[in-house]
């Protein structure tokens, strides 16, 4: 197969772009003070990074391994595998190696829980044993189920990222993460799944079988707009953090690892994302499920396919930053053609944006339906269009 690059120039930008931006208020260059040695903070709707150290070096994760337990599950329960009232029953075995083991949400022995009040616990309280009743339960052991959780993270292209329990307690260093990769991750259980998202995620507590504790989210009740995402600390990996903040339609994502403190962790993270929404600002480029368009498919039932914007697009820029709408330029790039079976959802395209002053900023783009292998049928049709140069 020839590899071909396919580069569309869009219209309809500038009106998408008109908005002008407001004076500036801080400056980009000049980010609040950060001692973690690993930080990362990204505008989610144009992937641009607003500050970075060492974000693709890996670390010991901690309970930020939670993120990929509860997007395992959103997978399955969106694919109709899972159901959000079936129960789990905490094994004795189970239960004597994780009653009372770091933060719990203090299952009883042989107990059974619904799915939806593990996820709870898993997200809210970060329950180490509500971890392992959920993959014992979907998956019949933790293997099976860290098996699932690695196979997700090839699926999202995520190297760096490698899971040997479902909880991340310490191991070793055989779970380990990256910045870079828990921040594309966190991105795709948002973006993905975003009914389960806001079902779940953005509580300050929960009160469980009579015992009330609080979400740990340095965010929660101090940054406006804070939604999620998980707090993670061990003796072996420090304390880290990923924070998402939703305010007026833009999301902004915090990702740091080992610190020394809470009180560091806490408090860094509120100034960087503050100075991540006063020193930048946004045009928007798309909304979400904008077809941008088409990239052609090889040995499919179809012969191509729609190409779609998976959240609102934007380009990011510093504040202040008035260049016009005309100067901005937006083209489709993929590595085609494409090779069926497609899945709705793969990221198959990068949409290449290009401004004054700017950075090229590259936002993945994904397929807008299914393509499954061609039939006979399919396979003659394409052969005919074929020699008729189609």
Known sequence: MT?????????????????GLAAPLNDPASPPQVDAPIALLIDVASGRVLFERQ???????ASLTKIMTSYVAFELIDQGKLSLDRTFTMRPET??????????????????????????????VSANDA?????????????????????KARELGLRDMHFNTPNGWMDEGQT???????????????????ALYRRFYGHDRLTWNGIAQANHNPLYGNTPGADGVKTGFTNEAGYGFVGSVLRNGRR??????????????????????????AAWDERPLFRSGAVLGQAKVQGGAQRS???????????????????????????????GPLRAPVAKGDEVATLVVEAPGQPAQRIPLVAGANVAPAGLFDRLRNGLLAMVGQ
Request: a positive charge; charged letters at 15%.
């Open 95 to 124: 239960f004597r190696k994780w009653h009372g083991v770091g933060s719990t949400m203090f299952l009883g022995n042989q107990s059974q829980t619904r799915v939806s009040d593990l996820i709870e616990g898993i997200v809210t």
């Open 131 to 151: 971890c392992v009743v959920l993959g014992e339960g979907i998956a019949g052991n933790v293997s099976a189920f860290t098996a699932m959780m690695n196979a």
């Open 176 to 194: 380990y993460v990256s910045a870079a990769d828990l921040a594309t991750l966190s991105t795709a259980l948002i973006t993905r799944h975003p």
């Open 305 to 335: 396919i729609a190409l779609v914007a998976p959240q609102d697009l934007a380009l990011t820029v510093p504040r202040g930053w008035n260049a016009p709408a005309a100067s901005i330029r937006t083209r489709i790039r993929y590595k």
């Open 3 to 19: 590899a071909i690059f396919a580069a569309l120039l869009l219209s309809g930008t500038q009106s998408a772009l008109a908005k």
């Open 55 to 61: 974000s693709h070096r890996r670390f010991v994760p």
């Open 252 to 277: 902004l994502m915090v990702v740091v690892g080992g610190y020394d403190r809470p009180t560091d962790r806490a408090r860094q993270s509120r100034e960087l994302i503050e100075w991540g929404f």
